[in-house]
């Protein structure tokens, strides 16, 4: 089972920053934070993953917080080709452990 | 690079009938995942290789699936017999076991089993 829980949907204006809840209260230690997000009719794309700090990289920022129970995906400036599911999982990233496990995420409508 | 490449992009086919589904991983890529994504169900991995080795099949539905990877560049999905209810869209990702864990999505085959 999915160990995240995410707003099922959430609304942008076009050129604005979204900014995506999780929350992973349960996390352990050695799980990271992964991003996923699936436009419509397309395979998962990744976007970014971390461990503590927060991560930036040329699609998104990740911000976790200090006792690393939620976490937050911002998208600086949203365009309306960023309208999609945006899935947050925690997965194990040591011994060889290789599963994503896909919760229900969150819908992302980026308006004009 | 091509990505990964996953044949066909459609099928549809009758219950009873033999269904291959097929993936290239991205070359070099040591890790290869069979998904399933449906409207009830959302996204579920099936069974994943490591090196061309089977490490979780936990999430293969029945014995009607199975999955083999001949090669590190070729993998297949077969279901038999098939039912209405395997009708779905199957993923094909690959991915590294080293360095960071991102795994790479193929487009899809949406199978329709009438």
């Known amino acids: 089972d999915a160990k995240t829980t995410q707003p099922p949907s959430m609304d942008c204006a076009e050129g604005r920053a979204a900014n995506l809840p999780c929350n992973h209260s349960t996390i352990s230690g050695n799980e990271y934070v992964y991003w996923y997000r699936q436009i419509h009719s397309q395979g998962p794309q990744y976007i970014i993953h971390?461990?503590?700090n927060n991560e930036t990289n040329e699609m998104a920022s990740l911000i976790i917080t200090e006792d690393r129970k939620s976490s937050t995906l911002i998208l600086p400036h949203a365009t309306l080709r960023d309208t999609a599911v945006y899935y947050c999982i925690v997965r194990f990233d040591q011994g060889g452990s290789e599963k994503l496990v896909f919760g229900k995420g969150t819908k992302l409508t980026v308006n004009p | 690079d091509a990505g990964v490449i996953q044949s066909p992009r459609h099928e549809v086919t009758e219950m009873g009938q033999e269904v291959t589904l097929r993936c290239k991983p991205i070359s070099g890529h040591n890790s290869l995942f069979w998904y399933r994504q449906t409207m009830m169900r959302g996204l579920e991995l099936l069974i994943y290789?490591?090196?061309?080795?089977?490490?979780?099949d936990s999430g293969m539905p029945e014995d009607r699936f199975s999955a083999k990877m001949p090669n590190a560049s070729f993998s297949t999905l077969k279901i038999q017999p098939s039912e209405p209810r395997d009708s779905a869209v199957y993923f094909c990702?690959?991915?590294?076991?080293?360095?960071?864990?991102?795994?790479?999505f193929g487009p899809g085959t949406r199978l329709t089993v009438l």
């Open positions: 971390g461990l503590k």
């Open positions: 290789f490591n090196n061309n080795v089977p490490i979780d």
């Open positions: 990702a690959s991915g590294r076991l080293a360095g960071v864990r991102e795994q790479f």
